[in-house]
């Protein structure tokens, strides 16, 4: 005898929901404003597609490198050189530019927005309540299944890829910036509002600062995510790096899809590098490693100090 | 004069629901029964007092004992439950945050025991940080920043980062950074109890002699009954949220409320608290134009071994038993010749333990105020009676 499954009497039909949201209602109303939310978007990218394929390779490469030494020291700089000269070798510099005119596009977007959010979730506990689950289903739900609503709704092409991007990319600088500013010690802000400063003054003159170093290391996990979804953004006509091992892939043409790889790989050590330089030169106060993972996981540590604690 | 600070039946009651603790406080319930039963903790309770212009008012308690609480009301860093908070005029309790911003940048600075100095600023920035956000131009800035730095002797490490200053170092750019905007009133949370004790007091004798210039309303937060002594002109000894004796040192030490503060007071050095004015008696005098023996008979009839001797209303010098029956038999008149112009003297203020050297002689130290006025004398054997606390 079959044991008896609550779906032989209900079934949900949740895809027909789903599908009816978003292609019924969703699409048809909101799609103007979808499409208008992409022209910020597009004029960064487009300016910085220009600007990084109208550079020489030499100057490009010449100028990254002295960024490089001069944030990260010798060794990166010689690593980026070398690096850089081999993109060009192996004929991938076009691509590689184009990829890094995405990510930086994503990254700038990312930090335009989750600055101000990590901001807000550190000044008040009930918006850090609610944003918490939001980040939480923004970092676990695959990529795939949000890329389809993003076609749907932004068709099909460079932008939705970045898109696509600045979704996943965008918790890590949102959680660090939060966590960044609530670790600021609290006789300082104190010292800050016993001046008078205002709550704008307290944040630019102490807590911004104070954070930067946690915001940088946000900033660099911004980063690294952004560069792992190039692949995934060529599914969707992102072209660069991705587009090469994807349709390396689709041919079984190992070398390309491995040049390709090796290519996202360099850009990925060079950009790393050269952002983690500059969390810690602007560094004044460290935060652990291991409180910074916990903050990931652990329920929000209360900004307001345990009553009896206050009374002392 | 109007006082600077009136504060009148502050209650701070940390928790969700301050009201309902506040009304059971009043009804007389004690603070644990009240944690007990609604979780509300009471960290001020029913506190009163003023402060007047240019007094150092210190309050003395443990931790817990509701001090750091207290202070950071008179700033409105911690909202008050209830009660009334008047800096001059302005009730800092009620006032709008507008205006409670202007009162903190314009009357009030607070020096924290932590030093809390923003690492990522120089000193200099640490220090005019207060005029910074007053909105002050940057050169007028600076300027006012190495004057208040010049005051603490801190000139010449105005570009260094605070890392790079020890602790003492630190707290003096922490108390600059509080007189830079030049404020009516200073907090001074634990100031120096991060410090090293030889630090700390010459950290003190720095802020007395620094008062004697400045006259800044002062609110002193220690644990530290003796930092108490020296500093306050009035100190309040807190326990469990309450005040439960306010006084000079004199008064606090001298007639302890309970045996909580006897408790403090019993290994107190008494001889750097209390003062020759305290145990001064009229002085027993004699005109410089009697003879030796109109003195012996004085000091016979008083029982005295030495008299001080007038010439007119200025002292000339003290007569003592002695001599005065040896100029007799040597038929020496005039007390001119035999009296000792070498006497011990002293300044009413001066501490017992500044005495101890004159009374070694065995005569009564004469008292001369600021004016070289006489205005009594103090026995040798009543500086000992004092510290052993029997008057």
């Known amino acids: ?312 | 004069m109007p006082p600077k600070i009136t504060c009148s039946e502050l209650y701070k009651i940390f928790g969700t629901e301050p009201e309902r603790a506040l009304a059971l406080l009043k009804n007389g319930r004690d603070k644990d029964a009240i944690y007990a039963e609604t979780g509300q903790v009471v960290g001020v309770e029913s506190v009163s007092f003023k402060v007047d212009q240019g007094e150092i008012f210190v309050v003395m308690g443990l931790s817990g004992s509701g001090k750091s609480t207290l202070v950071r009301m008179l700033n409105g860093l911690i909202e008050p439950t209830a009660g009334e908070i008047l800096i001059d005029d302005i009730d800092v309790a009620s006032c709008t945050k507008e205006e409670l911003r202007a009162v903190r940048r314009d009357k009030i600075a607070m020096v924290f025991q932590h030093f809390a100095l923003f690492p990522h600023k120089t000193v200099a920035e640490n220090v005019a940080f207060g005029l910074k956000i007053k909105g002050t131009s940057v050169a007028e800035r600076r300027e006012r920043a190495l004057a208040a730095l010049d005051q603490v002797g801190l000139s010449a490490r105005a570009d260094s980062y605070p890392d790079e200053l020890s602790g003492g170092m630190q707290q003096r750019v922490g108390l600059a950074r509080g007189l830079a905007t030049d404020p009516e009133i200073l907090l001074m949370d634990e100031p120096f109890s991060a410090l090293d004790p030889l630090i700390r007091r010459d950290m003190q004798a720095e802020l007395l002699e620094l008062q004697q210039k400045l006259k800044k309303t002062i609110v002193f937060i220690t644990h530290d009954l003796h930092e108490a002594l020296i500093l306050g002109s009035r100190i309040a000894i807190m326990r469990n949220g309450r005040f439960v004796q306010t006084g000079t040192a004199e008064e606090i030490v001298g007639t302890p409320a309970d045996d909580y503060v006897s408790a403090f007071t019993g290994d107190i050095d008494r001889s750097r608290v209390f003062r020759a004015s305290s145990i001064a008696v009229e002085p027993a005098t004699i005109a410089l134009s009697a003879s030796a023996s109109d003195a012996v008979h004085r000091m016979e009839d008083l029982g005295l071994d030495a008299l001080h001797v007038m010439d007119g209303e200025r002292l000339a010098g003290i007569l003592t038993y002695r001599d005065a029956t040896k100029a007799i038999r040597e038929g020496e008149g005039a007390l001119q010749g035999v009296l000792c112009r070498d006497f011990p003297s002293a300044s009413p203020d001066d501490h017992l333990h500044d005495l101890y050297p004159m009374a070694q002689s065995g005569l009564p130290i004469a008292l001369s105020d600021s004016h070289g006025r006489f205005t009594g004398v103090v026995p040798p054997r009543a500086v000992f009676a004092k510290l052993a606390g029997a008057v």
């Open chain 1, 1 to 312: 005898m079959d044991w008896i499954s609550p779906s032989d009497f209900l079934s949900i039909p949740f895809d027909d929901w789903v599908n009816a949201f978003v292609k019924d209602w969703l699409v048809p109303n909101f799609r103007p404003f979808f499409r208008a939310i992409q022209w910020p978007v597009v004029q960064v990218l487009d300016g910085l597609e220009y600007v990084l394929e109208a550079t020489p390779m030499l100057l490009f490469t010449g100028a990254l490198t002295a960024i490089a030494w001069r944030t990260a020291g010798r060794g990166v700089g010689l690593f980026t050189a070398a690096s850089l000269l081999f993109i060009d070798l192996i004929g991938l510099w076009s691509e590689t530019m184009t990829t890094l005119a995405m990510v930086v596009t994503a990254v700038l977007f990312c930090v335009l927005i989750g600055v101000p959010l990590g901001i807000a979730a550190a000044r008040s506990d009930l918006f850090e309540k609610i944003q918490r689950p939001v980040l939480d289903v923004m970092q676990t739900i695959p990529s795939f299944v949000y890329l389809v609503p993003i076609v749907m709704l932004f068709g099909v092409g460079v932008v939705p890829g970045i898109i696509a991007t600045i979704i996943f990319a965008l918790p890590p600088i949102i959680r660090l910036t939060n966590l960044g500013i609530r670790n600021v010690r609290s006789d300082l802000t104190e010292a800050a509002s016993s001046f008078g400063a205002t709550p704008w003054q307290a944040l630019v003159e102490v807590e911004f600062p104070l954070a930067m170093r946690t915001i940088m290391a946000g900033l660099n996990q911004t980063l690294m995510l952004a560069l792992s979804m190039v692949v995934i953004a060529a599914l969707i006509g992102g072209g660069g790096l991705g587009l090469t091992v994807f349709t390396g892939l689709g041919r079984l043409d190992v070398g390309n899809a491995t040049a390709g790889g090796v290519g996202i790989v360099l850009l990925a050590i060079i950009l790393d590098r050269i952002s983690q330089a500059l969390g810690e030169k602007k560094s004044v106060r460290t935060v652990s490693l291991a409180s910074t993972l916990r903050s990931f996981f652990a329920p929000a540590r209360s900004k307001e100090p345990d009553a009896r604690e206050r009374a002392a």
